[in-house]
């Protein structure tokens, strides 16, 4: 079976088993950044672990360990790592919201070789390996016509990591855009600017691993990603990096043009 099959059906396994019986019925604690943390979070994190290496032998780095196991992780692995988010969206998850995801994304030499991204309600998964094209449940991404000018897209935008004042205030008031959103998922972000539900991002600092999977899902379905300090996205800062992307390669540009002289 390949790579690709292997981990899909991991990630439908471990929904099944781990997440679902969990879903509107676990307790919640807070991490020491305020984010919450459920049994679900654990126990999915560590199926990951202990299959993941079965299916190509390298270890796994999981948004549930220490900060210092997770520095150790990366630095002693550049030829290959796995990056899991074991919930993403624990918020929602945890207030019934059917908005979150299961993360499995492959790295070597720090960029996304592959990803595979599982929305256990919804049952859509998204998927893709450099090269290879980016898909959802068998189809090709993207799933739609995209929007074909700034005043007709639809952007996601997470405000609250921007590190400009100037920027939020932007967004809020003279955004060139038709509407924004902000579901509280980054990899199902990525999963939906790559199918074309949205047409363009912004986010202004994500974990590594709201970004090993969904980023390369994105690139695979044609899109193209910078950040808010360089337009080379996958040499800027590894543990909280921005996102500046579109579909489209038209509207990116103006976008990013848009984004940085609002800053």
Request: charged letters at 15%; aromatic letters at 10%.
């Amino acid at each position: 079976m390949q790579v690709l099959e292997q981990i899909k059906q991991l990630l439908i396994t471990v929904a099944q088993q781990e997440v679902m019986p969990r879903f509107l019925h676990v307790g919640k604690n807070r991490k020491e950044d305020g984010t919450l943390l459920t049994e679900a979070d654990l126990a999915c994190q560590q199926a990951l672990q202990q299959a993941l290496p079965d299916i190509l032998a390298y270890p796994v780095l999981g948004e549930e360990m220490e900060m210092c196991e997770q520095s150790a992780l990366w630095q002693q692995n550049p030829a290959g790592l796995w990056v899991v988010d074991p919930i993403d969206g624990t918020t929602n998850f945890v207030n019934g919201l059917p908005y979150f995801a299961i993360s499995v994304g492959l790295m070597r030499q720090g960029k996304s070789e592959l990803g595979v991204i599982y929305n256990p309600v919804s049952q859509e998964m998204f998927y893709a390996r450099r090269g290879q094209g980016a898909y959802m449940n068998g189809q090709r991404l993207p799933l739609k016509t995209l929007a074909n000018s700034m005043s007709e897209a639809i952007a996601s935008v997470e405000v609250k990591y921007l590190r400009s004042g100037k920027l939020a205030a932007r967004l809020s008031s003279i955004c060139p855009c038709g509407s924004l959103r902000n579901m509280g998922s980054s990899t199902l972000d990525w999963c939906y600017l790559a199918a074309g539900r949205y047409d363009l991002y912004l986010h202004g600092g994500q974990r590594l691993w709201d970004y090993a999977a969904g980023a390369v899902i994105l690139e695979e379905a044609g899109g193209q990603i910078a950040s808010l300090n360089t337009d080379d996205y996958w040499n800027d800062t590894i543990w909280q990096r921005s996102a500046v992307a579109a579909l489209h390669p038209e509207l990116f540009t103006q976008w990013h043009h848009w984004v940085r002289t609002n800053q």
